[in-house]
């Protein structure tokens, strides 16, 4: 039984590591969110320190996002960032990252994840919702569209500086 709510913000550490250790061990994950938020200093694999930029970003959260977590008999199974933006013409959510635990895949996590933030946006309004993923994450595209994602647009990027921080 997989039990979805809402993190607590002391919570947020534990969860901080829960999200790099499971991203880390997969370089498809990596799209230009990463890039733009550190996490990825190259576009391909993840920054040597990534632990200590996610703990970085969850002591950074503000009221505009959440964190939902799922557990399930032996603890946090996974859990999703979720972004809320209102707009003058339009309110939507955007799931930022969901990670679930390898040996729980396939179980349930990321589905019950995915209707929890949606009942939430349901629930505040928003009349969309987006994510991203990595290029070659084909597991994450085939998830997403089981419930209802569908491919909109294509990000391109392009490297301005040989080096970054």
């Known amino acids: 039984m997989i039990d979805c ?10 969860l901080a590591t829960f999200f790099a250790r499971i991203i880390a061990l997969d370089s ?15 576009g391909v694999d993840w920054a040597p320190d990534l632990e200590a930029r996610m703990a970085e970003d969850f002591a950074a959260l503000g009221v505009e996002r959440s964190v939902a977590v799922a557990v399930g008999p032996d603890g946090v199974a996974g859990a999703a960032i979720l972004l809320w933006e209102t707009t003058p013409r339009v309110s939507f959510m955007v799931i930022e990252d969901l990670a ?6 396939s179980h349930g996590v990321g589905a019950a ?11 505040r309004g928003m009349k ?14 085939r998830f997403f569209e089981r419930y209802g994602f ?10 301005l500086s040989p080096t970054q921080a």
């Open 113 to 123: 994840l995915v209707a929890f933030a949606e009942q939430e946006g349901i629930a």
């Open 128 to 141: 969309w919702a987006f994510l991203e993923s990595g290029l070659e994450n084909e597991g994450a595209h």
């Open 100 to 105: 679930v635990d390898p040996g729980m895949r």
């Open 5 to 14: 709510r809402w993190a607590t913000a002391d919570e947020f550490p534990s």
């Open 28 to 42: 498809s994950y990596v799209s230009h969110g990463e890039i733009q938020t550190g996490l990825s200093l190259d």
């Open 150 to 159: 569908h491919p909109m647009s294509k990000t391109f990027a392009k490297r």
